[in-house]
């Protein structure tokens, strides 16, 4: 387990380094620098600013200096937000987005399972189809076509809840509901076949023979075997919800992570857009290395010893 | 079960006539891989019909924007913003082709006759007074096209990736898969918003940036199948009469995982639209005069709560669209791969 925690960890490591470097010379391939905005300034004020930042220094120094104030944690500063620090300007960003996340990945999960398991335990009536068309439907619309929609027809003609904004819970549930559909449909899909292919094992079969009810086979027999596998899908769909999360911030005005770097991209302001992609990337690694982890720890049959795995 | 006894009675029993000239014969016509996978494709409704609808969206892709008599991108601002509105259709008025809009204070109005205007809009206008029929067409034309280049440049890069490392194995092959897993371990979505930073939006870096991380799953696939084929007779057989590797690759093994590169390239289409739309949606999308349907749909974000339809309508498009598609590379996959058949 040591080993092949140590071999993960120095994957990661390499994956953030490779992401880091790609992302600090794409940012200096791209034309126009972060001050052209700012038409009052003289060109030797614009040379000073841009000597404060350290942009004159050859790329290589640049590079250097980059690498290393982020292996300190220091992101750099924005150039966009009066010079606040990108760790600090993230950081102020990441609560909404968190509780956006979180939200929209329990809906998800407890939602999405809740379909799969009856779909299953009904298969071919009109409650399985019906779970397959809002899985199909939520598999293939993209999230911000939900958003929009929901915005509409929910908050501007109905009224039931705000249309926009970030102001307490209520302002929560549109977003959360738009975010949500896509682990919705993944973890019904997903559910729907495990379980399928759950019943159809001889154990269910011994423990149907012996008289235990519908509800212990189903629930207690057969639910907590056919979750096993839905845990990997947890990651990709997490990694999904970041993407989602841009456009639905956008759309619902959440100042959140995502909104500010749909921002960023607009106004060239480098150092956000680098942090947040290293966030993004982070996060990323970290939840497919916790999803791996965890896997091996819920399933017996899978439980990595002593290396012997690889 | 009890009861059953007395039904059986003794002509039940008689020898059957067996003709031994009779016995070897075939009594379906043999099918090949392609007739029975049409067989089991025409039994999954969902993915017919999805079919017929992808088929009359490719053709209206085409023909939609000829058939309005107004032109794309003419603007006429005295026509701005204006509902959508069909000949024969006005009258009927639960359906969204009336001419009305809505005010604030909830009252309707006939737009049309309102602004003393005597024209038909089949979709509307947005705000420049651009017909949105063949605005509309013309986005889901781009949007098809991206997806289509998109998909057929991972196949070529995921297959041709794919192949070599699964067919020349050893240390290349791990080499090969190590890059696969970095390559991997990047979010796509940072990898392709800071393609189109650096390319410029347009419709040519879209497709690159899509291409760059799009490939990767297609190599996998394609790799298990090479190592699976690697070692049988046929690919002996061809070795043994010569055939040089680039043969045994291409006509050979790729012929025989047809199946599968065809079920990751109709998956790969809709992810390919998702990202389209999504990256329009974001402002890195294409820019006007040219549109796809997720620009529409961003523009439509604008005046959402006046002008509903300019949203509305290339929101629907997309989702018909990536269902279609869904539905369509589901019943292929029921279809074709041989672990999916019951």
């Not at chain 1, 950081?91 to 968190?98: D, F, L, Q, V, W």
């Not at chain 2, 006509?251 to 992810?271: A, D, L, Q, R, Y």
Request: proline share 5%; with cysteine.
């Amino acid at each position: 387990m040591a080993k092949y925690l140590l071999q993960r960890f120095i994957y990661m490591i390499i994956t953030l380094f490779i992401v880091a470097s790609i992302t600090f010379f794409l940012m200096k391939l791209i034309p126009g620098s972060p001050f052209n905005t700012f038409q009052k300034l003289s060109v030797v004020q614009q040379n000073l600013l841009l000597e404060k930042y350290g942009l004159k220094d050859p790329l290589p120094v640049q590079y250097f200096n980059y690498m290393k104030s982020l292996v300190m944690g220091d992101l750099g500063v924005s150039f966009q937000f009066n010079n606040t620090p990108v760790t600090e300007l993230l950081g102020n960003r990441i609560g909404p987005s968190a509780i956006l996340g979180l939200q929209a990945m329990v809906l998800g999960a407890i939602v999405g399972i809740f379909l799969g398991t009856i779909s299953a335990l009904k298969q071919n009536t009109w409650i399985d189809y019906g779970s397959t068309f809002i899985a199909v439907i939520g598999k293939s619309i993209p999230s911000f076509i939900f958003a929009g929609l929901l915005q509409f027809y929910i908050a501007v003609k109905l009224g039931w809840f705000p249309v926009m904004l970030w102001k307490g819970p209520e302002y929560t549930v549109l977003p959360t509901i738009a975010l949500a559909m896509f682990p919705i449909s993944i973890a019904a899909r997903f559910m729907r076949t495990e379980m399928i292919d759950v019943l159809g094992s001889d154990y269910i079969t011994l423990a149907k023979a012996k008289g235990a009810s519908f509800w212990q086979i189903s629930v207690k027999h057969a639910l907590r075997n056919a979750l096993i596998p839905v845990v990997t899908v947890m990651g990709p769909l997490a990694v999904s919800l970041m993407t989602g999360s841009l456009v639905i911030e956008k759309i619902f005005g959440i100042p959140g992570i995502g909104e500010q770097f749909v921002k960023s991209i607009s106004t060239n302001d480098y150092p956000v857009i680098m942090g947040t992609n290293l966030l993004f990337a982070a996060l990323f690694v970290v939840i497919i290395l916790v999803v791996d982890i965890l896997y091996g720890i819920i399933d017996p049959r899978i439980r990595i010893s002593g290396g012997k795995a690889k | 079960m009890i009861n059953k006894e007395n039904t059986i009675s003794k002509d039940m029993f008689a020898p059957a006539h067996v003709d031994p000239s009779k016995s070897e014969k075939i009594a379906k016509p043999s099918l090949n891989f392609w007739q029975d996978s049409w067989f089991r494709v025409r039994k999954n409704k969902a993915a017919v019909v999805s079919m017929v609808i992808l088929v009359i969206l490719i053709i209206m892709a085409f023909v939609g924007p000829l058939l309005s008599p107004y032109a794309s991108d003419t603007q006429n601002t005295k026509h701005n913003n204006l509902p959508p509105r069909i000949q024969g259709l006005e009258d009927v008025h639960w359906l969204p082709f009336d001419g009305t809009l809505t005010r604030r204070d909830g009252a309707v109005y006939n737009a049309y006759e309102v602004r003393k205007i005597d024209a038909y809009y089949w979709f509307g206008t947005d705000n420049l007074g651009r017909d949105l029929f063949a605005r509309t067409w013309e986005g889901t034309q781009v949007s098809l096209f991206i997806a289509f280049m998109a998909a057929l440049i991972d196949m070529l890069i995921g297959v041709s990736y794919g192949a070599i490392s699964g067919y020349l194995g050893g240390r290349t092959d791990s080499i090969m898969q190590r890059i696969i897993e970095v390559i991997v371990g990047i979010p796509n979505l940072i990898v392709v918003v800071l393609m189109i930073i650096v390319l410029k939006p347009g419709i040519m870096p879209i497709i690159i940036a899509l291409s760059i991380t799009g490939w990767t799953s297609m190599a996998r696939v394609v790799r298990g199948q090479v190592l699976k084929f690697k070692g049988q007779e046929f690919v002996l057989a061809a070795k043994t009469l010569g055939a040089s590797d680039t043969s045994i690759i291409f006509k050979h093994m790729i012929p025989n995982m047809f199946g599968v590169i065809i079920i990751n390239t109709m998956f790969s289409i809709p992810s390919a639209i998702f990202f389209e739309a999504f990256l329009s949606f974001i402002g890195l999308g294409l820019q006007d005069p040219h549109s796809s349907l997720g620009t529409l749909v961003n523009d439509g974000f604008v005046s959402m709560i006046a002008f509903p339809y300019q949203m509305i309508i290339p929101s629907v498009m997309i989702a018909l669209i990536m269902v279609c598609f869904n539905l369509v590379a589901d019943g292929l996959r029921d279809a074709l791969d041989p672990k999916m058949r019951d």
